[in-house]
């Protein structure tokens, strides 16, 4: 679980080589359509079909922005 309750998807901003898709906790069976077909774009590099209303990123806790 992450400290804002929502989830990390996409590349890792320390490294890109590393896509993530967790920190759901107890929303994860809600979620996991959308954390899935979020992780499944980016690792196989193609536009994203799926964007949440609020940020995802892991960027989002060292002040950055990203759009994975």
Same mark, same amino acid.
């Given at each position: 679980?992450? *400290? =804002?309750h929502k989830?990390?998807? #996409?590349?890792? *901003?320390?490294n890109p080589s590393v896509v993530c898709a967790?920190? &759901?906790g107890g929303n994860g069976i809600q979620l996991s359509? &959308?954390? #899935?077909r979020m992780a499944a774009d980016t690792i196989l590099g193609r536009p994203a079909?799926? *964007?949440? &209303?609020v940020d995802w990123?892991? =960027?989002?806790? *060292? #002040?950055a922005s990203s759009n994975d």
């Open positions: 679980m992450t *400290s =804002d989830p990390i998807v #996409g590349h890792h *901003s320390e967790l920190g &759901a359509p &959308a954390i #899935g079909t799926f *964007s949440p &209303a990123s892991h =960027d989002r806790f *060292s #002040g």
